[in-house]
């Protein structure tokens, strides 16, 4: 059971935009900024959204992400088939001394 | 251009530690500013941190793994590692060291390395 809520999986045609979901509770996203990983089958995660809502370079700004109160999401327009993956959010938990948690994953798929 | 890359002695039997190094390139983690963590996956299962630590010695542990885990640095290698006592066929795992700021988060990452825990 994972401190962050994402739903298990997601689905959209090419060209289409998907929005994927992460809820948690007021010690974790109520009080710091969510993280957005992209991970392709047997990589490493991938950073994509730093700070709630910022793209590192060289990430297309078909991907944003916002926050709001203990909830957060992930939007992704014109989806391409290299978007199929799966999608984390990690956010700093201040409880307990303060320790990272994810949400479970979210794995889109490209119709 | 900065790499992190993990290592260690391969598979583990269950009740033994389980050890893992995680060299930097690119950056001397005596410069501060990072700390620097690691994280599992479980064969078909989502991300776990389980502790970071900083160049000074300073660290943060999964409170689930505490009992369990000790991070160490030594900034003469520039690596940090990871000793995981007790284990059991529930810590089979791909193990990520990565590199972590209170600004871009967990940004960058080692390639991972498989852990497979045997009785």
């Known amino acids: 059971q994972s401190v962050l809520t994402q739903p298990p999986s997601a689905s959209a045609t090419p060209g289409q935009k998907v929005t994927i979901s992460c809820s948690g509770s007021?010690?974790?996203?109520?009080?710091?900024?969510v993280y957005w990983y992209k991970q392709l089958p047997g990589t490493a995660p991938q950073l994509l959204i730093h700070n709630s809502s910022q793209r590192p370079s060289g990430v297309p700004d078909r991907f944003s992400a916002s926050k709001s109160g203990t909830s957060a999401s992930l939007a992704i327009s014109g989806l391409q088939s290299e978007d199929e993956a799966d999608y984390y959010c990690?956010?700093?938990?201040?409880?307990?001394?303060?320790?990272?948690?994810f949400g479970g994953g979210t794995k889109l798929t490209v119709l | 251009q900065l790499q992190l890359q993990e290592s260690g002695p391969g598979p583990v039997k269950s009740s033994e530690t389980l050890s893992l190094t995680c060299t930097v390139s690119g950056y001397s983690i005596r410069s501060g500013n990072y700390y620097w963590a690691w994280i599992r996956q479980a064969p078909g299962k989502g991300l776990e941190w389980i502790g970071s630590i900083y160049y000074s010695g300073t660290t943060f542990y999964n409170p689930s793994l505490k009992s369990r885990v000790t991070v160490s640095v030594d900034t003469s290698k520039n690596q940090f590692s990871l000793n995981l006592r007790s284990v059991t066929a529930a810590d089979t795992a791909v193990y990520f060291c990565a590199r972590s700021h209170a600004y871009y988060g967990l940004d960058v990452w080692g390639q991972g390395t498989a852990v497979t825990v045997s009785s």
């Open positions: 990690a956010v700093w938990d201040d409880s307990l001394n303060g320790h990272w948690v």
């Open positions: 007021g010690s974790n996203i109520g009080s710091n900024p």
